[in-house]
């Protein structure tokens, strides 16, 4: 592999920032995602629907 992109600190710093902030959003999504469906359970559950 010679073209290898050199790439700042700042760059990979940056760079990494990124993809942790999406990975967390896509957590927090996920997370969401599992407490409307539980609160939706316990709606139907309490409303026997």
Do not use: P
């Amino acid at each position: 592999m010679e073209n290898v992109i050199e790439l700042s600190d700042e760059e990979v710093k940056d760079i990494n920032g990124g993809i942790s902030g999406i990975l967390s959003l896509g957590l927090a999504a996920v997370w969401c995602c599992y407490e409307l469906e539980a609160a939706c359970a316990a709606y139907d559950a309490r409303h026997n629907l």
